[in-house]
């Protein structure tokens, strides 16, 4: 897995789609509901002010050689990194199962919450499968489903988001003093690592396959504004059709509301059958490209050591998906509190310190940073 290769433009595929993935189809628009959309300005600040110069830093020394203590220091972020993003892509698997459950409740009830745990232990099963395979796959696989998720993520929120442009009212509160709240800082800080998959061990991984020459700033700078676009694009999507919204941000948020907007736009029938179908299956392609990319380090790392690496991750995802299960949502929101708000911000401020301190460039070789 370590050595795989993506060439030409499919390393930055691969990291566009590990950017614009799971965290922005709906965790984003319950944090705007939770905060209103003074929310937007937060992030935007974060991701400008702490994320893109991180994701330029991971980006550019992850393509750099190093040796002795300095390279011991940064293995020792990058495995912490590594397990982090492990933790969160187990739970991934049962939101991605829950998402294609959603999908063909649709296709045979007309309903997101049809077929009962039979339908979504067949889900877990499909999508396990699949990210198995991402896995396990050829030298393209995740660049190749990072570029299908971009690009339906992409033609679904632009649809969508025209049409709650025309029904308007999606920021229709805006509060400054919200800004003076720790809490919405310390929200889009770790929305941010969430979303662009920031320390999390995986850009590093993704730096690699860049094309030689390249820059690591304007890869960087892709990045981040393919997130910013997608995540306002699914909260245009969200807001204007929502009568009622859960301000939990975990994945019954989704279902209920992209519920909505299927009734909102199709008012049942057919249309709502095949509409609901389509939708939840490109949300079920995003989270299984995401909860991929984000085992994609641990992976890879172990699999010097663990014979089918791919195959123990995805069975130890389907073993702990009954813990991880929507019936018990206290477990899953303590783990991605955990993960997203505290381990992801931890793990941030030391790679933070670790490239301040400037001992890594002495020695450095670079490959080739393009900067």
């Not at 795989?4 to 990291?15: C, H, S, V």
């Not at 920031?198 to 690699?208: D, F, H, R, T």
């Not at 859960?246 to 736009?265: E, K, M």
């Not at 909860?291 to 690496?309: C, Q, T, W, Y």
Request: charged letters at 10%; aromatic letters at 10%.
């Amino acid at each position: 897995m370590a050595a795989k290769k993506f060439k030409g433009k499919n390393g930055i595929f691969a990291a566009v789609g590990a950017a614009t993935g799971l965290g922005n189809a709906f965790r984003f628009p319950a944090l705007c509901v939770k905060y209103g959309a003074a929310f937007v300005i937060a992030y935007a600040v974060v991701l400008a002010a702490v994320c893109f110069p991180l994701l330029v830093a991971e980006l550019g020394f992850g393509r750099k050689q190093v040796s002795g203590k300095r390279a011991k220091i940064w293995a020792v972020i990058m495995r912490a990194a590594a397990a982090n993003s492990a933790l969160i892509a187990l739970y991934y698997g049962v939101i991605a199962a829950k998402l294609g459950s959603a999908s063909l409740s649709f296709a045979l009830f007309s309903t997101a919450e049809g077929g009962g745990n039979y339908l979504f232990v067949f889900a877990v099963f499909l999508v396990l499968g699949a990210a198995y395979a991402l896995l396990k796959g050829s030298s393209k696989a995740l660049s190749v489903s990072g570029k299908l998720s971009v690009t339906l993520s992409l033609l679904l929120f632009c649809g969508l988001a025209v049409a709650g442009i025309k029904r308007g009212g999606a920021f229709s509160s805006f509060e400054f003093s919200r800004l003076l709240s720790v809490d919405i800082w310390i929200d889009a800080l770790g929305q941010s690592l969430l979303a662009l998959s920031l320390a999390a061990g995986v850009m590093p991984s993704y730096a690699k396959t860049l094309p030689e020459g390249s820059s690591s700033v304007a890869a960087a700078l892709k990045i981040v504004v393919a997130n910013f676009v997608i995540c306002m694009l699914a909260t245009l999507s969200i807001l204007p059709f929502s009568v009622t919204f859960s301000r939990t941000v975990g994945v019954l948020c989704a279902i209920d509301a992209y519920s909505q907007v299927i009734f909102a736009l199709c008012s049942g029938g057919a249309g709502a059958r095949i509409f609901g179908f389509l939708l939840f299956a490109v949300l079920t392609v995003v989270a299984v490209h995401s909860l991929s990319s984000l085992a994609f380090p641990a992976v890879s790392g172990a699999e010097a050591k663990i014979k089918r690496a791919p195959l123990v991750f995805c069975i130890a995802a389907a073993c702990l998906a009954p813990l991880f299960s929507c019936d018990n949502m206290l477990v899953l929101n303590v783990c991605d509190k955990i993960a997203c708000s505290v381990n992801a911000v931890a793990i941030a401020v030391a790679e933070v310190l670790f490239f301040l301190s400037k001992r890594h460039i002495t020695g450095a070789i670079a490959v080739s940073d393009g900067i």
